[in-house]
């Protein structure tokens, strides 16, 4: 289970909480992102590009787009190339 969650020190702080198979996931991903905070990124980014997909109109598609291009400074690696790794892992 992953849940993610607000830090009440740090409000503009979300973290990733996981168990189980999404644990050992967010693991491989820490690793082969070569940190905690781009594995974690990579976690909120795609679930935040998921919601705005499955809206319709210009200003989601408009921010899905942003948020692709914006991919690879947070993640290390471009939005394209992490879809390519998650299928490997």
Same mark, same amino acid.
């Given at each position: 289970?992953?849940?993610? %969650?607000?830090? $009440? @020190? +740090?409000? *503009? %702080?979300?973290?990733?909480?996981?168990?189980?198979?999404?644990? *050992?996931? !967010?693991?491989?991903?820490?690793?082969? !992102?070569?940190? #905690? #905070?781009?594995?974690? @990124?990579? !976690? &909120? !980014?795609?679930?935040?590009? $998921?919601?705005? /997909?499955? +809206?319709?109109?210009? #200003? %989601?598609?408009? *921010?899905? +787009?942003?948020? *692709? #291009? $914006? =991919?690879? /400074?947070?993640?290390?690696?471009?939005?394209?190339? =992490?879809?390519?790794?998650? /299928?490997? &892992?």
């Amino acid at each position: 289970m992953l849940d993610i %969650s607000f830090r $009440s @020190n +740090k409000p *503009r %702080s979300i973290v990733v909480y996981a168990d189980g198979a999404d644990a *050992r996931l !967010l693991r491989k991903l820490m690793t082969v !992102l070569g940190s #905690e #905070e781009r594995a974690q @990124n990579a !976690l &909120i !980014l795609t679930g935040f590009l $998921s919601k705005l /997909e499955k +809206k319709t109109g210009a #200003e %989601s598609l408009a *921010r899905a +787009k942003g948020v *692709r #291009e $914006s =991919f690879e /400074e947070l993640v290390g690696v471009p939005y394209q190339q =992490f879809q390519q790794l998650i /299928e490997t &892992i």
